[in-house]
């Protein structure tokens, strides 16, 4: 590699053991070499990407400092969310739940949380069916102003008892900064819905509050911009991120978004970040989210993030996409097959 090459954009991949005044001493030689450097711990190792316009930091100068066991160029904008930078698939652990390994993980739960004897109907059902992370919206980013906008606190309250009750961790969807930090008291893992997919602001505080995050695809966003989305939060330091496939908006109307599938394992080939689908909102329609959810297995997806409520006919958000508990337990069933045939658990 040609100094030119290393001094631009690297990756600068450090050994599982490396202290910390080694990892701290070559973001010092990248920093004082007029890089900007940023340090994420990614698939059991620190990562440390740099880039700028500063003095060319050659190759062996970078690879002979204690703890570095190699220097590559970055090839991509984003860095630490690339493959190059992960050397493997990244777990990420939510709530005692791995996300990314040899099991397909689910997740599922109501569109928003209304009422205790509903959250706990909710978690019993898609705890029998083998769910291990419970959703439910307390904070409602709604098309129309009139529509349910969330229990807010109030409603992560009954998400985390009903949760608590049945062994089950938590996502949630935060909206804003304040809807973060109540957020941060009650659940394992915090979701960034489409419409704040490129709300920078918010990424950011995500990825400094180091909780593990649930990144949703916009609702036209490129691949690339959604990974430079999941950037923005590893770049303040977390490295726990999962990627959602929750469908694009596309001329065709017979579904409410257009689930594209193909992402899954183009991303997965760019990224060694987890990646689930969200049949729900991808198709809107309950009938569809049987078997776009096997689909999505078999593409490779890590997990499945599904809408199910006790009675979908009374949902105050997303009935027509929710399952019933009838419903999502013979979907379980059919996903287990599905995972063995390509070599998963579920």
Request: hydrophobic residues 45%; neutral net charge.
């Amino acid at each position: 590699m040609s100094s030119d090459q290393a001094g631009k954009n690297m990756i600068v991949l450090m050994d599982t053991g490396s202290s910390r005044d080694q990892l701290e001493a070559v973001m010092e030689r990248l920093v004082s070499s007029g890089f900007q450097a940023r340090m994420m711990r990614g698939a059991g190792r620190f990562v440390i990407g740099a880039s700028g316009d500063g003095e060319a930091v050659p190759s062996p100068d970078l690879e002979g400092m204690p703890g570095v066991i190699g220097v590559i160029p970055a090839t991509r904008p984003y860095k630490l969310v690339s493959r190059e930078a992960g050397g493997g698939n990244s777990v990420v652990e939510a709530g005692g739940v791995e996300i990314g390994g040899c099991r397909i993980v689910i997740m599922a739960g109501p569109c928003a949380v209304e009422t205790p004897e509903q959250m706990h109907a909710a978690a019993r059902a898609v705890s029998l069916a083998g769910a291990k992370i419970l959703r439910g919206g307390a904070f409602k980013p709604r098309t129309s102003p009139y529509s349910f906008q969330g229990l807010e606190e109030e409603g992560l309250k009954l998400l985390t008892g009903a949760a608590r009750e049945y062994g089950l961790a938590t996502v949630t969807e935060v909206v804003d900064l304040p809807s973060l930090d109540i957020a941060l008291k009650y659940v394992d893992m915090v979701q960034i819905g489409a419409r704040n997919m490129q709300n920078f602001r918010l990424l950011q505080a995500v990825g400094r509050a180091g909780r593990p995050v649930l990144l949703k695809r916009g609702l036209s966003a490129t691949v690339e911009e959604w990974l430079m989305a999941a950037e923005y939060i590893a770049s303040e330091g977390n490295a726990g991120i999962v990627l959602c496939e929750r469908g694009i908006r596309t001329f065709e109307t017979s579904t409410r978004n257009t689930l594209d599938l193909s992402a899954v394992p183009l991303v997965k080939g760019l990224s060694h970040l987890p990646v689930v689908v969200d049949p729900s909102h991808a198709t809107g329609m309950r009938g569809l989210v049987g078997p776009m959810s096997l689909a999505a297995v078999a593409a490779g997806a890590d997990g499945l993030l599904i809408e199910v409520h006790p009675d979908p006919r009374k949902a105050l958000c997303d009935g027509p996409q929710s399952l019933s508990p009838e419903e999502f337990q013979k979907v379980a069933v059919e996903l287990r097959a599905v995972a063995v045939a390509v070599g998963r658990a579920a």
